[in-house]
């Protein structure tokens, strides 16, 4: 299995709303990591998990809450978030030292 | 601190021309550079990487890529384009970190269309 999966693909939620993105892997991958795309835009790196603990947080608002339950999923809870925070969400996983696979992504709308 | 650059936004070749994306990077120490495509509302799909050995990298769908140390270049090339090439392409090289992880650093995209 060489996929990353990302659920759902399209979100709408209000700015009062709770959600979570989910993302799963079955590479065996130890690094996994949140990415936000604005359109036309490169994704620009939120968070890194290496072996299930944070070890990156790129000054992310508090609002976005990360959360690795075990190697092969990788949680982003949402609260309160603003209009701006409409984007592509991207996970990705790798093996240290190698390329990233990315999933398709959520689509994220915030009213 | 680790950066790259893609001076084009927008590259337009005719099908069945060779076509040609532009990298160049900054880092501290030894680069480990990659190329991505992205197709509309599509996550990134992975074409190859550069990270020590031949200056020719060859990559997925018959793109390719010349690692240049002296003009700190790491451009995207293929003989011959097809339509269905028609997408984004990021260059990015990675600073890993403590942990093992690889962080990657993105260029700002390069939006190429193959002309039928």
């Known amino acids: 299995d060489t996929e990353v999966t990302q659920t759902p693909k399209h979100l709408v939620m209000g700015m009062t709303n709770k959600k979570s993105l989910k993302c799963e892997q079955h590479?065996?991958?130890?690094?996994m990591y949140w990415y936000k795309q604005k359109a036309k835009k490169p994704p620009e790196l939120m968070f890194v998990?290496?072996?299930?603990?944070?070890?990156i947080n790129e000054s992310v608002p508090s609002r976005f809450s990360p959360e690795c339950p075990n190697s092969s999923l990788l949680n982003l809870h949402l609260h309160a978030l603003q209009p701006e925070d409409s984007a592509l969400y991207l996970c990705a996983s790798s093996q240290a030292g190698n390329e990233q696979f990315f999933g398709p992504g959520t689509r994220l709308t915030v009213l | 601190a680790q950066s790259v650059a893609q001076p084009e936004d927008q590259v337009n070749v005719a099908e069945g021309n060779p076509l040609t994306v532009k990298c160049t990077y900054s880092v501290s120490g030894n680069p480990y550079l990659f190329w991505y495509v992205q197709y509309p509302n599509r996550g990134l799909q992975f074409l190859l990487k550069?990270?020590?050995?031949?200056?020719l990298v060859k990559g997925s769908y018959g793109f390719e890529a010349e690692f240049n140390k002296s003009q700190t270049s790491f451009h995207l090339k293929k003989p011959s384009a097809l339509v269905s090439d028609s997408a984004l392409y990021f260059c990015?090289?990675?600073?890993?970190?403590?942990?093992?992880?690889?962080?990657?650093?993105f260029g700002t995209g390069t939006r190429l269309t193959v002309i039928p």
């Open positions: 998990y290496s072996y299930e603990k944070l070890s």
């Open positions: 550069y990270i020590t050995g031949d200056n």
């Open positions: 990015a090289v990675s600073q890993r970190d403590q942990t093992g992880a690889n962080n990657l650093f």
């Open positions: 590479m065996g991958h130890r690094a």
